[in-house]
Each structure stands twice: as C-alpha cells, then as structure tokens.
C-alpha cells in the first residue's frame, strides 16, 4: 500500500535547522482519496500487532465499531514513521505529536495503537478536539509531528 504524498500544494515536511516538522497526516488512501475504514484496506503486518492489542477481531459485529478509527491510527503513524525514515530519523526521534479527533474518546483507541510504534519513552503529547476535517467527515483523525534530528558534523 502507498501512503502517498499530499493531498494539496504543501511539503509533508521540512527540516529547519535540527527539527523536522511534519505536515498534519490524515488516513486517506491516496489511489481512491477516501479515508481508511476498515482493517482489510491495512497491510498483513499491521493487522497481526492490531490483532495483539485485540483489535481487528474478524467479528464484523465488532470491528465495525473500532475499525475505523483504530486502522486509521495505525495509516497516520505508520505515514510518520515513513517520513521520519525519508529525513533519517526513526520514531524515536519524533519527539512530539499533535493529535486531533472528531471524537475525543477516539483517543483511548489511537493511544493503544500508538505503543506499537514508541515502545520506550512517549512523545510529548498535545490533544484536540476538533468539528471536522479536509477531505471529508470519514477522517477521524489528524497528527502533526516534530522530529528532532541534530545534524551530524
């Protein structure tokens, strides 16, 4: 699956001096412009750690409550983690994330699906609630990063 680039005329990143922001990342396939939905529209390797955190359960009477906003967490960090790489940094140096979501409680289940991508110390961590977001009411979340990467030499 390809994460894609951005939606509109803006840089998904841009490093200024030893940072490196990071555009707000939504869960929106860039092949059809939708958001993510379901498990089926993630990769196999991110359903078996999702599975882990008992998500993605095959119970449609289930997952179709989580699946949503769980899938679409693990879209916008794995996007991250990507650019992160592309600017040679991982994870570990994203040192904060500005999370915002239709549904505040929509949280609990982006935070458990976040442990999968910081298994040591967390980011510093602001969240929002916020009415809606571009491109459409189907997106549920929204995160900002800010990767610290000293230059070396």
């Not at 860039?30 to 999702?50: I, N």
């Not at 289940?109 to 910081?118: A, D, M």
Request: net charge negative; hydrophobic share 45%.
């Amino acid at each position: 699956m390809s994460m894609g680039k951005p939606m509109a005329r803006y840089a998904a990143a841009k490093r200024v001096g030893d940072f490196v922001f990071m555009s707000g990342v939504v869960a929106v396939d860039p092949a059809t412009r939708r958001a993510v939905s379901s498990f089926e529209e993630l990769p196999e390797a991110a359903q078996a750690p999702l599975r882990g955190l008992g998500y993605a359960t095959g119970q449609m009477s289930v997952d179709v409550f989580e699946a949503p906003i769980v899938a679409q967490s693990w879209f916008v960090l794995e996007r991250i983690r990507q650019i992160a790489a592309e600017h040679g940094g991982t994870m570990d140096d994203v040192v904060k994330l500005v999370q915002y979501f239709t549904h505040l409680p929509h949280y609990a289940f982006f935070n458990r699906v976040r442990g999968l991508f910081y298994l040591g110390e967390p980011p510093v961590s602001t969240v929002v609630e916020v009415n809606r977001f571009l491109p459409g009411d189907g997106v549920l979340v929204e995160v900002e990063a800010t990767m610290y990467l000293p230059r070396q030499g």
